[in-house]
């Protein structure tokens, strides 16, 4: 059985993977933020000996840390471009060569919503934390290209059990896709450096997926089947550069609220 570590493990997209993927995979979770499981290492991936422990010994790596929304760059900065610079690096130091990475939709965000895009339009990030993942992206290119590493880029669009949103109608990515297309990329035989949007089958969809369909990808769930419950209860939007392009609210917001921040009192 592959072992696999996941970065960011206390997340919400860790948390979904890691219960689809148990029995499937030996994992090594990982956070900075500590979890209550007999196979969890805490770890603070901005610094390189922390990347380098988790990493050594693995056969893939899907490396979720990071700042997950827009916000100071400071934050970004550290979590997105060191951490991630940092994971990448301790893994070609540790001779693993599969790493799967969550970029998003927000390296595209500038797109408008009535444009299809696929895995060969070149970025247009909508934030300071969209550039980081066209970061991660150019890095993961790099090492591919340069120490012969294998990347699978998952741009993700929102994993949730339900469609939050109008908008993620056309985003959405159930906790069953995401292990699927998870699988496929720490299976497939022939991945190099490719990329693939993390989205459900959604019939509103902005993407033209035919690259991870190539893979072997065949989505099972669609958020047309929410749509009428999701439409019913929009409110409609008074931000008509947020509500034109494909990123949405991070085409504007300065700071969009971040879910890895503890609320006062709730974690320790
Ligand atoms: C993301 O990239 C974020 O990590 C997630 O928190 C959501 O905001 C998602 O995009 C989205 O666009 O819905």
Not at 35 to 49: Q, S, W
Not at 185 to 207: A, L, M, Q
Not at 217 to 228: G, H, I, N, T, V
Request: glycine share 8%.
């Amino acid at each position: 059985m592959k072992t696999v570590l996941i970065t960011g493990a206390t997340g919400d997209i860790g948390t979904h993977l890691a219960r689809e993927l148990s029995g499937r995979y030996k994992l090594r979770l990982s956070d900075r933020r500590p979890l209550k499981a007999k196979n969890f290492v805490k770890a603070d991936i901005t610094k390189m000996a922390d990347a380098l422990r988790i990493t050594k010994g693995v056969d893939a790596i899907v490396h979720l840390a990071g700042y997950s929304v827009e916000g100071p760059w400071e934050a970004i900065l550290q979590a997105n471009i060191i951490g991630c610079y940092n994971v990448f690096e301790a893994a070609r130091r540790n001779g693993v060569k599969r790493i799967l990475f969550p970029t998003s939709n927000h390296a595209t965000g500038f797109y408008r919503r009535d444009q299809t895009i696929d895995h060969r339009v070149y970025p247009k990030p909508d934030s300071r934390y969209g550039v980081s993942k066209v970061f991660g992206e150019a890095l993961g290119s790099l090492y591919a290209d340069k120490y012969g590493m294998q990347f699978l880029m998952l741009r993700i669009g929102n994993v949730n059990p339900m469609p939050l949103d109008k908008r993620r109608l056309s985003l959405w990515f159930s906790p069953r896709d995401l292990a699927a297309l998870v699988t496929i990329g720490i299976e497939h035989p022939d991945i190099k450096f490719e990329i693939v949007y993390g989205v459900s089958g959604n019939k509103r969809t902005w993407y033209d997926n035919s690259n991870a369909v190539r893979l072997g990808y065949r989505p099972q769930d669609d958020s047309e089947e929410y749509a009428a419950e999701v439409l019913a209860r929009e409110k409609p939007g008074n931000d008509p550069i947020a509500e034109k392009y494909q990123g949405g609210i991070f085409c504007t917001a300065e700071e969009v609220p971040n879910p890895a921040v503890p609320k006062k009192g709730k974690r320790k």
